[in-house]
């Protein structure tokens, strides 16, 4: 894949046609200085202390290293439907307060709360709506005992 957000995982269970992946959070996230800016983290989000389930559409095994991945444009996408739908709201809001109910500096104030409310809910909602990020499997390039199999289980 190309032009995708990257991680080296390894495979723990297999269930059906998913497979549950660890990816070693990364010790140089902490001390960089755009302290997860890149969209690592982003991976971070689904995974909880038993790892993520994607699709197992390489047929790998329990063990196998893979690359966990997720397209940049879904990195983009949602980085920008996280930030700009509250900022939108809370001008919004606070642009209505003003504007079409004529509010003191304090009503303004309240209703750019209102506002940045109603736009942390709608993007929770459009985010629901939408969907978990779509991660994918890949071979891991880099460690030579990774054999590709058939998903649905049959060998050569």
């Known amino acids: 894949m190309t032009d995708c957000l990257e991680r080296e995982a390894v495979v723990h269970e297999i269930r059906g046609g998913q497979a549950r992946v660890h990816a070693d959070r990364l010790s140089a996230c902490g001390s960089c200085s755009v302290r997860g800016g890149c969209g690592a983290q982003l991976l971070d989000r689904h995974r909880t202390d ?32 996280v930030y700009l739908i509250p900022l939108a709201g809370l001008l919004l809001g606070s642009l209505i307060a003003e504007t079409l109910l004529g509010a003191a500096p304090a009503g303004v104030a309240a209703g750019a709360g209102v506002g940045l409310a109603g736009g942390l809910v709608a993007t929770r909602w459009l985010f629901r709506k939408r969907g978990p990020g779509r991660l994918s499997l890949r071979p891991n390039p880099s460690t030579p005992p990774f054999v590709p199999r058939d998903p649905k289980g049959t060998t050569d």
Do not use: C, E, H, Y
């Open 50 to 81: 038993q790892g993520v389930w994607v699709d197992n559409t390489i047929g790998a095994r329990v063990g196998d290293p893979v690359l966990l991945s997720i397209p940049s444009g879904q990195l983009l996408a949602g980085a920008l439907g």
